[in-house]
């Protein structure tokens, strides 16, 4: 949902829904002025205060945010590093940051060739848990340091060498994702249907 002036939450609002918020959420509720003003620029030239941030401990938690921002009709904006250079991880929003607590390597399975991560780790991370395994994340933008998986996936981050190892798409094997209306799904990469899931390890979103 895009944010207008007319959507705008504030005061009294913002209050009650932070309210809500915390007695559904084991993470961090950070709803104050300063955690806005923190999370209201990314790496880019832009800049508009969130309506909240949520630091969500696991997926219970990000599957009670986006109940609660449906049912008040509130926008979820999705974050990790704030490396975006064209503002995509700042608006009038409840930023879910990924970073703090989602940000695991859950599984390598170095036969196949393969890992299975939380969106918050950072890709320099991935890749040092991945090296002694023999294998790497091939995206290699600048920004390698501090953007974190999740983001990559949304944007399809590639780099220096993308015409040599690709595009994150060109690596990403199945996503297990939050949808905007609460629901849980598993899709693998290059086919059309998302297939509907009750229990799933980790969401990965965007």
């Known amino acids: 949902m895009a944010s207008t ?39 880019s030239i832009y800049q508009m205060e969130p309506v909240g941030v949520v630091i969500p401990r696991n997926v219970d938690d990000v599957l009670a945010v986006m109940e609660v921002a449906r049912e008040n009709n509130v926008p979820v904006l999705p974050r990790g590093g704030g490396t975006s250079l064209a503002g995509q991880t700042v608006n009038h929003a409840i930023i879910l940051d990924f970073s703090k607590y989602l940000n695991q390597v859950l ?6 060739g393969w890992a299975r991560v939380q969106p918050g780790i950072v890709l320099d991370q991935l890749n040092r848990q991945l090296a002694p395994h023999g294998l790497m994340y ?20 590639c780099g220096a060498h993308s015409v ?10 199945e996503v297990y994702a939050v949808l905007t209306d609460g629901s849980q799904a598993h899709t693998l990469t290059g086919q059309d249907v998302i297939h509907r899931v009750h229990d799933v390890p980790v969401a990965v979103v965007g």
Request: include cysteine.
């Open 138 to 157: 091939a995206p290699d933008p600048t920004t390698s340091s501090r953007a974190c998986i999740g983001g990559g996936i949304g944007n399809n981050t």
């Open 5 to 43: 002036t007319a959507t705008r939450v504030h005061g009294k609002e913002r209050e009650e829904l932070a309210d809500i918020l915390r007695k559904r959420v084991s993470g961090e509720v950070r709803f104050d002025a300063f955690s806005r003003v923190l999370y209201s620029t990314d790496a």
């Open 107 to 112: 599984e390598i399975n170095t036969e196949e």
């Open 164 to 173: 040599i190892y690709g595009k994150s798409l060109d690596h990403i094997l």
